[in-house]
């Protein structure tokens, strides 16, 4: 299970739709190393600005990658992190999350960054042996 639903929340869901805010405090707990992760890149890129800033640290262990994974792999977790944070998420392996501003606020609009972060030419620069299996 990749979210830890309290009874309540899910009561909420088959009344209907959650708010983000309900569903982002479910990620937060439930997947804290990717919230981290995320949380820390986009006070970065807050802060420091430029087209993106990036993570190139795997995670320690397997639980931190599993989150990750979990995070960036459900649309609807990654689009909760995106509204939330008001970036725009690109993921290229176990460990390389990248943040991206988010056009007026609006995560999902492309940059040239963004266009160029996740194209196939960038993908398989990204690749190394120790990589392989992660």
């Given amino acids: 299970m990749s979210l830890d639903v309290s009874p309540d929340l899910l009561a909420a869901a088959e009344r209907g739709e959650v708010a983000d805010q309900e569903f982002a405090a479910c990620v937060r707990a439930s997947l804290p190393y990717a919230w981290h ?19 190139t640290v795997p995670p320690s262990t397997e639980q931190e990658r599993g989150q990750l994974l979990r995070a960036l792999a459900s649309d609807s977790i990654r689009g909760c992190l995106e509204r939330y944070f008001g970036v725009r998420l690109a993921f290229q392996n176990c460990h ?5 501003p988010a056009a007026d606020g609006q995560p999902g609009m492309e940059s040239g960054a963004y266009r160029r972060f996740v194209s196939p030419r960038a993908q398989l620069l990204n690749q190394s042996p120790e990589l392989r299996d992660c």
Avoid: I, Q, Y
Wanted: aromatic share 8%; charged share 15%.
């Fill in 37 to 55: 992760m995320v949380s820390g890149l986009s006070t970065r890129l807050h802060v420091e600005g430029g087209p993106f800033v990036d993570n």
């Fill in 96 to 100: 390389r999350v990248a943040v991206f």
